[in-house]
């Protein structure tokens, strides 16, 4: 079952992240767009099989919602014509391709060097496995918020320093689309 | 067949080359961008697999700040491209390449 919906949903990811860079029938960034909020809500899918629920529904809610009507709000605004198709740097394409390949299958060879042999250990540390029990029983979400406010170990000055970066940028978009500067 | 850690990295690593090859190949500063949001959501894949295999929530909360970071680079960076074609009419990088204005 599990074994399954990941298949449809790396599938499905993997596919449309693909239409979004290449796709035969369209160059349309409304199209790149549209696929692009497939691939989020299949890697929120993948979120939800490795139990990570409430990072599952921010990913919807932050990328399929929020990020990606922001690009097709751009899209729209700059009114992209076609443009006259250019031709494509054929040799660039090809060394593009080839270079990515690479990357590619050298880190696909030291997955399988790593993981290749021995099945899996889980043999998780003590202290971790505890952990692990916690998030099973309190339920992922309530775990998360423990592991971010805590008040030893917590996150709350990074919490607190990214609402700043938070208003940085809403200034700073304020300031960019000004009609004129200065 | 139960999907473990190494399948979980495999995907996110196809859909980091995926973007990668985007940011390389495509000419369009828009689709340039969403395959830069590609390779921060195949990032989050990996973070999340490994919390999860490893009972370690850590992942999780860096995973919490990247999608909170990454918010902000996008309302930045379409802002920015936004301005951009107010000044030049294009966002073909081609047409881009002088630092000039």
Known sequence: MEGTLFNIFAGLAVLSALLVVANPLSRNPVTSALFLVTTMISISGLFVLLGAYFLAAVQIL????????LFLFVVMLLDLREAARRKLNLVSLAMGILAVGALFLVYKSSLESTYGEAPQQHEVAEEDQTEAKLVKAVGSTRALGQALFSKDKGFLLPFEIVSVLLLVAMVGVILLSRKEPG | ???????????????????????????????????????????NVALVAMSRFNGNLDGQVMVFFIITVAAAEVSVGLALIVALYRKRQTTDVADLATMKL
């Open chain 1, 62 to 69: 932050v990328y399929a919602g929020a990020v990606m009507v």
């Open chain 2, 1 to 43: 067949m139960e999907p473990t850690l190494s399948h979980y990295l495999l995907v996110s690593g196809a859909l980091f080359a995926i973007g990668l090859l985007g940011v390389i190949v495509r000419r369009n500063l828009l689709i340039i961008y969403m395959s830069l949001e590609l390779m921060l959501n195949a990032a």
